[in-house]
Each structure stands twice: as structure tokens, then as C-alpha cells.
């Protein structure tokens, strides 16, 4: 699915539209350059999972996690990663795997390590249609595929 937003309102309004037809265990992969509104539409996700606390981009922490909504949420943000052992040190696959939703900013750079059947949100720019215009692509990736739909 494409999505079009205006706005950084509408584009937190989709992340909350996400997260009502999220189920346990659901992971994203959040793709996007730096200022593109990753954390805009991930504090949408967490409003619609009706966490009140400010969310922000856990960039020095790896991991956040929040409780108090419908089902725990886990916001990595894996920009400074420097290898694969160290999602193994924190124990990535608690939460991938877990009864939570789980939403990975930068996950293009821990790819390996993405579960079959997660979801893939790209999000991209284009000044010509406006400076708050954001093209959002959300696809799911075929278990044990590697093809998306």
C-alpha cells in the first residue's frame, strides 16, 4: 500500500491507523533517511496503541519500551549498530519474537536479522509536491521468501 501525507498530523494519523490492526508479535522495519518523519509516524503508532508518555528515537539507547498500551510496544532505533553481536546483547529476539509490537528504525542495517513476515515502511520525500509531503510505503515480506507483496 501507498500512502500520501501533507502533513506531520497526517502523518502521525496514519501511524495510529497502523497500530489499530496491529496484532502480538507484529514487526516493522522503518525505512527512511534522517528527517523524514520516522518518529512522527512512530509516535502515531504509539498514541494508537494508547501509550500517553512522549515518545521519541531511542538513538543512544538501542531500545525503548513502553507497557502501557494494549500490548507492549519496543521502539529500537539500530542507527549506531555497529555489528550484529550487539542486537544479540540485548536480546533482540525477546522482542522480535515476543507478545509485543516491535518497530525497527534504520533495519535496513540489521536486515539478516528481520523475521520472516515483517512489515516493511519506507518513507520518502519529495520537495516538489511540498516540504511536509511524505510518500509512505508499507508492504509485508513473504515468509521465507524474501519477495514482498
Known amino acids: 500500500m501507498i500512502y500520501e501525507t501533507y502533513s506531520a498530523a497526517q502523518t502521525e494519523e496514519l501511524g495510529r491507523r497502523i497500530a489499530q490492526q496491529a496484532s ?3 514487526v ?9 518523519g520516522k518518529t512522527v509516524l512512530t509516535q502515531g503508532i504509539a498514541k494508537g496503541l494508547g501509550i500517553r508518555e512522549p515518545v521519541c528515537s531511542p538513538t543512544f539507547t ?21 555489528d550484529l553481536q ?3 546483547e540485548i536480546g533482540y529476539e525477546d522482542y522480535f519474537y515476543g507478545s509485543g509490537f516491535t518497530i525497527v ?5 540489521i536486515k539478516e536479522l528481520m523475521p520472516d513476515g ?21 508492504e509485508q515480506d513473504k515468509k521465507g521468501s ?3 507483496v
Not at 516493522?28 to 523524514?36: E, T, W
Not at 515502511?121 to 509531503?133: A, N, P, R, V
Open 24 to 26: 502480538p508479535g507484529s
Open 146 to 148: 524474501g519477495e514482498r
Open 62 to 82: 538501542i531500545v525503548q519500551e513502553y507497557e502501557e498500551g494494549r500490548m507492549p510496544f519496543y521502539h529500537f532505533d539500530v542507527y549506531r549498530i555497529a
Open 86 to 88: 550487539e542486537m544479540e
Open 118 to 138: 515483517h512489515f516493511r515502511i519506507t518513507i520518502e520525500k519529495d520537495l516538489e509536491k511540498g516540504f511536509d509531503y511524505r510518500r509512505i510505503t508499507i
Open 105 to 109: 528504525e534504520w533495519a535496513d542495517l
Open 28 to 36: 516493522y522495519a522503518l525505512i527512511g533517511d534522517l528527517g523524514v
